[in-house]
């Protein structure tokens, strides 16, 4: 089913009508050559699907005309629904109107270039229903030109904060397309941020820890990104990261705030982005009394130094 803009002019939350149903929501943009292998994914998961909501928010019409190809030639194609919003959105707009429009207990998230391992509903349904949480997530499989790696995250809970998670060290990961939600417990309490271009995740996960029942942790990653044709690899936005810090600040003790801005200098200088990395380094000295440690810690000079110490570590791995 294609739906246009004009098709979506209405208010007010879906009421939920299918129990035990899942409706999958995917923000699509300009990605059709990745789009048979997503399908392909779902179709394949041991837990059925009852609507595929394909959100595509701006591509141009080449890339709509293939995705709706793909679409109507799949097997899954009488349960996608793809929607074409006619103007230029991002993904989290995508996501929102995909979770508004379905009618189902639980809602799934995956991202156009990102494809399920069979499991992934099935395990991730299994754990919402038995423990009562809000959302279920876990780590994932990522594929470069080098192979695949494993980031297996760990369990919210046993660090204390979401904060704490993704910024202590802990390698703790939490991803859009691990998430599974039920529409009950997390409608009209936690949106997307749609004011966010990077560090939704983290925004997203956030705000249904503190504001619903909470996250279940799979242990088992079964999800998988692709970072040798599709993913972004940690792009950085910094007016986005910026936000994200300003609206969670109370969350962040001093050594998060360090650990916080320390990552993003090096991740700006890694990737030539000067101007980001002056809006970094500004945020940083206004958090925190400008000894002299601090100044150099948050230096040109430093920041080099430590982005080149990173990029012979992963050559080292590589290796």
Not at 143 to 164: A, F, L, Q
Not at 278 to 296: A, C, D, H, K
Request: glycine share 8%; net charge positive.
């Amino acid at each position: 089913m294609k739906v246009g803009e004009n098709d979506l002019a209405f208010g007010g939350q879906v009421p939920v009508t299918e129990n035990d149903a899942v409706s999958v929501v995917v923000p699509f943009f300009n990605r059709a050559r990745f789009l048979k292998r997503l399908l392909d994914s779902v179709e394949n998961q041991k837990y059925r699907t009852s609507r595929v909501f394909i959100v595509d928010n701006g591509s141009n019409r080449e890339n709509s005309e293939q995705a709706w190809t793909i679409i109507s030639q799949h097997r899954l194609g009488e349960r996608c629904i793809f929607i074409s919003t006619l103007k230029r959105g991002n993904a989290n707009y995508a996501r929102n109107l995909g979770f508004l429009l379905a009618t189902t207990e639980y809602v799934a998230y995956l991202d156009s270039d990102d494809w399920w391992e069979p499991d992934h509903l099935k395990q991730s349904i299994d754990k919402l229903k038995s423990s009562g949480k809000a959302g279920s997530y876990s780590g994932h499989h990522v594929y470069t030109k080098y192979g695949r790696n494993t980031n297996r995250s760990i369990n919210v809970d046993n660090v204390g904060s979401p904060v704490e998670l993704f910024f202590g060290g802990s390698g703790g990961v939490a991803q859009s397309s691990s998430f599974v939600v039920s529409k009950l417990l997390v409608s009209g309490l936690v949106e997307w941020d749609e004011n966010l271009r990077r560090s939704q995740d983290h925004d997203y996960f956030i705000s249904i820890q503190l504001n619903t029942r909470g996250w279940v942790f799979c242990q088992d990653p079964h999800y998988c990104i692709d970072w040798q044709e599709g993913g972004t690899q940690g792009a950085v936005d910094g007016a986005s990261i910026i936000h994200f810090y300003r609206k969670w600040s109370f969350l962040f003790s001093d050594r998060l705030a360090d650990r916080f801005f320390i990552r993003y200098l090096t991740a700006c200088q890694l990737r030539g982005m000067g101007n980001d990395l002056r809006v970094f380094q500004g945020e940083y000295r206004q958090r925190f009394p400008m000894s002299i440690s601090r100044r150099l810690v948050s230096s040109r000079v430093s920041v080099f130094c430590l982005a080149f110490i990173m990029i012979l570590k992963r050559k080292m791995r590589r290796a």
